[in-house]
């Protein structure tokens, strides 16, 4: 189970690669892979909405419209679904563009509380369709807009989805993609990445300030996932060439590894 747009470049060698290698996949169950994704640098060019953030969550100053909504499905479940979809077919890989909608794989609520719009919390996952894509070989791109119990179109934030994924699927492992190396001590220093954490840690680290911003989310996601069954979750940094299979089959990883 992989998350994040980072994958732009490597996903397509890496669902090449596995498929070759003939072995069982280090994301789901079964001899693939699944990729997750939410808001990108390259969706926020499109759409032109601008940032802003509670509590490490990135959010949308005008996701509250109902028709900015449209656009921003438009665009996740379109435009960027689909470039994914064609660059691992361009790579050998066997794609299938997805949304949370279909099949009814993502069920949320609206976060009405923290006044944001229509953005929402994952309440159920059903990973029938999930499944059977997997089974058959293909690689499910998922794009995380989700509906709540009357029809409409939520965000979700695409590790939250990512993590309930893994977990509705028995994954043994969840990798995050992003923009740094991992859980760093000093966000300034490289050379501080933690290798390994457990959930303890990981919750002291929170209360110390150094997990903080956008890595609050992801380390939460993580937490979750592996308290439903999931092995590890590795948040790694995308941009790094081979970063996949580096901190999968090395010793010492390139990301940080959590576990339980």
Not at 60 to 80: F, I
Not at 101 to 110: E, F, H, N
Request: hydrophobic share 40%; net charge negative; with cysteine.
């Amino acid at each position: 189970m992989v998350t994040h747009t980072c994958v732009y470049l490597q996903l397509p060698q890496w669902s090449k690669w596995s498929s070759e290698a003939g072995s069982t996949s280090p994301y789901t169950h079964s001899p693939s892979s699944l990729l997750s994704f939410g808001y990108s640098a390259r969706v926020f060019h499109l759409t032109a909405i601008i940032n802003i953030f509670s509590s490490g969550t990135r959010m949308h100053s005008s996701v509250c419209a109902a028709d900015t909504m449209e656009v921003v499905e438009m665009v996740l479940g379109g435009r960027v679904n689909k470039s994914l979809v064609s660059l691992i077919q361009q790579s050998g890989g066997r794609a299938v563009g997805l949304s949370g909608k279909d099949g009814d794989l993502l069920r949320a609520r609206q976060m009405i509380e923290k006044d944001i719009g229509y953005v929402g919390e994952v309440t159920r996952v059903d990973p029938t369709l999930l499944r059977s894509l997997v089974d058959s070989g293909y690689l499910p791109v998922v794009a995380t807009v989700a509906t709540d119990e009357n029809g409409q179109a939520l965000n979700v934030n695409a590790d939250t989805a990512a993590g309930e994924i893994a977990a509705a699927l028995q994954a043994e492992k969840l990798i995050l993609m992003t923009d740094v190396p991992g859980v760093l001590k000093d966000k300034n220093d490289v050379s501080t990445k933690y290798n390994q954490l457990n959930i303890r840690e990981c919750r002291q680290l929170t209360e110390e300030g150094i997990i903080a911003g956008g890595m609050i989310p992801k380390v939460q996601c993580c937490i979750r996932c592996l308290s439903q069954g999931v092995t590890a979750a590795h948040i790694i940094d995308g941009r790094s060439r081979h970063s996949i299979l580096m901190e999968l089959l090395t010793d010492e990883g390139v990301g940080t590894m959590i576990t339980g």
